[in-house]
């Protein structure tokens, strides 16, 4: 605890408590907000009470980052003369106490952001009221304000300027009433054996969606062909393997693409399963993958409120990991289970854990989603084109696996969306196999499915929590690769999936299923190994010596600043501004270190649901004590950038004054920024006390607030 | 890298390992050894097997036990901080390079030697009891220490102040014996300390042999310190699990006493056999 001892007097005693109300009283007290009338009553009640909060995060393992701001914000908080409890837990079990359970008062946190999530319209997600109550990724301050729905839905809503004042003004809000409190934009840095990778500085400029791997060649050193497909060459795929490094454990233990603990970004879920559309780097825009084409279409005739319809057509050569095609009824599935994966069986209804942010556009699954044939679909969504294609990026799944997998859970898939699923599904691609047992909500299943036998109609489907959305499966998925073998805490291993529909042999009648894979005709990236195998290595220093010895291929995960001390002198930089040599030749070198910006942010959560971080006033006094030049200097070693907004730099409208220009613009730091990352007491309780806070003689903030 | 983690170790055992025998058990007591071998093991099979038992469950159900955990487990990382906050960082105002060459060394090599020499010197002895209860306490501490981690969601200190543990921290320093201690530990099992309660363990019965190995009574307690004070300057450990791992040692101690001896398995089985 950092109040001053020798500052304390007895306050214990009566007398001096007295003589502090008479102080309070006789002072003209700075009544500012109604809220202080409240608080000058609480301590002529006595409040002795300190303010306590609980502060979560993760461990070092899993982010130093994290836990290193964490730390910082802990001891500033105390110096503030609040007590904190500093809650450490591993990732999933964070994860849970944050988004499911709001257990603590304030988190630590990495937003999982994408290229894809470079629109600001992820910001519907993170902060609209329809998610405030539900379990998962959506909303976990549990903010919830008209106006902020109103404009986060207009910018969803419009295109162009009218787009970016409804962006402008979500993020002005942003600032003020501190639903969270942006922190930092790291830079993403990564080892790669540039001798037996060609290509990986390109390809690992936009990660997170496992379209990284795609494209990524074997050197002809190793026997590829080098991925030289611009002169019409159509070599064979060898059978070469990559070994890649992985810090996260959790892909090792649970591969369920909704499970909202054991997911931050897709790199696994993008390899297994492929979405309709796929984020292009080049022109910043989301493009056809699995549609072959689409039309997005305004539709403002008789509804005020604009929408847009996509009409898609389907590839006809995709097809999923155990051989079925993949057609318009996975995805209209996909879409429907989704929205509500109990399928309209529940008494309300239970949208994914993960996606809902993207699926909310969908206002009736039933209605808007039109199956014409086999591979034409029709999705109408409430949004303008530019934000309506972010539906396109969720993960198809297969309805006749699902539908196996739900009956499980007492959801006669049937019965529940009347479509015709081929139900003829082989033994082996059963996803509700022994692992299902493993998690913890199995009770929710025999919940449901107990339920189910008394009324065959309903079952019970506990929102972000029930068997379907949390429990671990064997993934299958029509992504360009497919599981083959995991192990907990030690490895996950990927095949090419050799139907995948980017590869010349996948179906048509000339194909031979003898003959080696081959590209396509098209000028798709394509899964150029073999053989993917994540190896789980928990730490960074480690990792950087395992690809500088050549005992793995690449560094998979952002590896932590502080070892980037270790990376090997002789590694070549990449990075997005750099002209790299492509294409073997005698001087390429044998390892590359690979940096790239990332749209990802670290933030402090607030849980505004209750107790004094539901205080705006508080919010702003708490957000003031992160020194973010000192954190980007000395936890990130100046390998990130302080922010003091959530979106990147396009989106920041113009003079208003929410760029970080040295210093924060909106929540300045009461010391010396950039100094030792700690603050003197009274600098401390300064952005408290401005704000009305009361404080006892022994230097404690007030419980009463 | 973690098989060669491994064969480092082993091969360090065994060259330590016949050096220390030779020194301290004497050739009268191995030459004993090779003449009674047979009887000796006669006696004590029963243990043996109980200890081999321990530690296979314990390895299957650290790893397994995941259901449990989730269950009935209490995340304490949050009470240890909050009581002992940086308490361990006394130990930190010993930081020096050789100190943390020293303590790393102390807790993968020394430690590893520790738990396997008495195992070798009381079988040399030719009152087979201090084998046989020392075989019982190992087996309690596995057991019980395994009740703990079911029950007990604890990170260690490295895991929650690495800004005040950076220059000492093991896995920091040596990256490559996380793959060891990966392999038979997980990172929210710290409480209690089995370095501490099994090096004390070990101590106890050094200073109870004393007679028999006056030499190695005080090479154990010292090593047996050194073991202590390295969990927590590695930031492995908080001080609370190291004083949990000194009380499970006692507890050890004292039932191995208690239970070794008054029952006799083989007895029981002759009798069966009549």
């Known amino acids: 605890m950092n109040w001053n001892p020798a500052s304390a007097s007895p306050s214990d005693e009566p007398v001096a408590r007295r003589s502090v109300l008479a102080a309070a009283a006789a002072l003209p007290l700075s009544v500012s907000t109604s809220g202080c009338v409240t608080r000058v009553r609480s301590v002529v009640d006595d409040g002795g009470e300190q303010l306590s909060l609980r502060l979560g995060t993760v461990p070092t393992d899993d982010d130093r980052g994290a836990i290193r701001i964490a730390r910082h914000l802990e001891s500033n908080l105390e110096a503030a003369g609040i007590d904190v409890a500093l809650d450490v837990r591993p990732t999933s079990e964070f994860l849970e106490a944050a988004l499911f359970d709001h257990e603590f008062d304030l988190f630590i946190d990495r937003y999982p952001l994408t290229d894809a999530g470079r629109d600001p319209d992820f910001l519907y997600e993170a902060l609209h009221s329809q998610f405030a109550t539900a379990a998962g990724r959506q909303n976990p301050f549990g903010i919830t304000d008209v106006d902020l729905d109103r404009a986060l839905e207009t910018q969803r809503r419009t295109d162009g300027t009218t787009r970016r004042e409804a962006v402008a003004s979500v993020l002005e809000y942003v600032a003020e009433r501190k639903p969270f409190e942006p922190i930092c934009r790291p830079t993403e840095h990564r080892l790669a054996r540039t001798d037996r990778l060609d290509g990986p500085g390109d390809r690992f400029l936009g990660t997170g969606t496992g379209a990284e791997y795609l494209g990524l060649e074997p050197t002809a050193e190793v026997g590829g062909d080098s991925g030289n497909t611009t002169d019409g060459e159509r070599g064979d795929l060898g059978d070469e393997h990559l070994e890649a490094l992985l810090l996260d454990s959790r892909p090792s233990r649970n591969l369920n693409p909704l499970a909202a603990t054991m997911r931050n970004r897709d790199s696994m879920v993008g390899l297994l399963y492929d979405s309709l559309g796929t984020f292009d780097r080049e022109h910043g825009k989301i493009r056809p993958w699995l549609a072959a084409s689409w039309e997005w279409q305004r539709e403002e005739n008789e509804a005020s409120e604009p929408r847009t319809t996509a009409r898609i057509s389907l590839r006809d050569d995709a097809s999923f990991h155990d051989g079925e095609p993949v057609t318009a009824t996975d995805v209209a599935f996909t879409y429907r289970f989704l929205a509500d994966t109990a399928l309209g069986r529940a008494p309300v209804d239970s949208p994914a854990p993960r996606y809902a942010g993207r699926i909310a556009a969908l206002e009736d699954p039933e209605t808007d989603i039109e199956v014409h044939s086999e591979t034409d679909i029709a999705i109408t969504v409430a949004a303008a084109p530019e934000a309506a294609r972010r539906i396109a990026t969720v993960p198809i ?7 196996e997998r739900l009956e499980g859970y007492g959801l006669d898939i049937d019965i529940g969306i009347g479509i015709g699923i081929d139900t003829d599904v082989d033994a082996d691609s059963d996803p509700s196999g022994t692992r299902e047992g493993d998690a913890t909500e199995a009770e929710d299943a025999n919940g449901a499915a107990n339920e189910a036998d008394e009324d065959p109609d309903v079952i019970s489907a506990r929102q972000g929590r029930w068997g379907p959305v949390t429990a671990d499966i064997d993934p299958v998925g029509s992504g360009p690769y497919r599981l083959v073998d995991r192990a907990e805490r030690d490895h996950v291993t990927l095949e090419r999936h050799d139907g995948h529909f980017s590869l010349a042999s996948a179906t048509g009648p000339e194909s031979d299923p003898e003959s080696e894979p081959r590209r396509g005709d098209s000028n798709l990236p394509v899964p150029a190994f073999a053989e993917l195998r994540f190896d789980i290595d928990p730490n960074s220093p480690s990792s950087i010596e395992r ?16 070892a980037l001390e270790r990376m090997p002198d002789d590694a070549v930089r990449f990075g997005p501004d750099t002209d790299q040599a492509t294409g073997p030749n005698d001087d390429t070198p044998a390892l590359g270190h690979l940096e790239v910006p990332s749209p990802s942010f670290y933030y402090l959560g607030f849980n505004t649901r209750e107790g004094p971080v539901g205080n705006v006033h508080f919010r702003n006094a708490v957000a003031q004590l992160l020194d973010k030049a000192w954190i980007v200097e000395t936890i990130f070693r100046n390998e990130a950038e302080p922010i003091a907004t959530p979106v990147v730099d396009d989106w920041i409208p113009d003079g208003s004054g929410l760029a970080w220009d040295g210093t924060d613009p909106i929540s300045p730091y009461p010391g010396d920024a950039g100094g030792n990352g700690r603050l003197e007491s009274p600098d401390a309780r300064a952005p408290f006390e401005e704000r009305g806070f009361q404080y006892d003689d022994a230097g404690r903030l007030l419980g009463r607030y | 890298m973690f098989t060669e983690i491994l064969g480092r170790v082993a091969v360090v055992i065994v060259f330590l390992l016949p050096i220390s025998v030779v020194a301290l058990v004497g050739r009268d007591r191995l030459s004993a050894l090779r003449r009674e071998w047979r009887d000796r093991l006669r006696v004590s099979w029963p243990i043996v097997t109980v200890l081999i038992a321990v530690l296979l469950l314990n390895r299957v159900m650290r790893w397994s036990a995941r259901r449990i955990t989730d269950r009935v487990g209490i995340h304490m990382t949050e009470t240890f901080y909050g009581l002992e906050g940086e308490f361990i960082l006394v130990f930190q105002s010993l930081e020096a390079p050789a100190v943390t060459t020293y303590f790393t060394l102390i807790y993968v090599y020394g430690y590893t030697f520790m738990l396997l020499f008495p195992v070798v010197a009381y079988f040399a002895l030719s009152d087979t009891r201090p084998f046989r209860r020392l075989l019982a306490a190992y087996a309690l501490n596995y057991a019980i220490g395994l009740v703990f981690y079911l029950v007990v969601i604890a990170l ?18 040596s990256p490559e014996y996380q793959h060891l201690t990966r392999e038979v530990n997980r990172a929210t099992n710290v409480f209690p300390s089995l370095h501490t309660s099994l090096s004390a363990t070990v101590a106890v019965f050094a200073y109870w042999t004393r007679d028999e190995y006056p030499r190695w009574a005080p ?37 191995s006493q208690l239970l070794v001896g008054r029952w006799s398995v083989t007895d029981a089985l002759e009798r069966l056999d009549r």
């Open chain 1, 397 to 403: 799944l297969p309805a006749h696996v699902w539908a």
């Open chain 2, 156 to 173: 260690g200190p490295r895991n929650v102040m690495p800004d005040v543990l950076g220059q000492t921290m093991l896995y920091d320093t």
């Open chain 1, 547 to 562: 690809v500088a010895d050549g005992d793995a291929d690449l560094t998979a995960s952002m590896l932590e600043p502080a």
């Open chain 2, 219 to 255: 090479v154990a307690v010292v090593l047996a310190l050194s073991v202590w004070i390295s969990t927590m300057y590695l930031g492995l450990h908080w001080a609370i699990d190291v004083l949990a791992g000194l009380v499970l040692a006692g507890v050890c101690v004292g039932l």
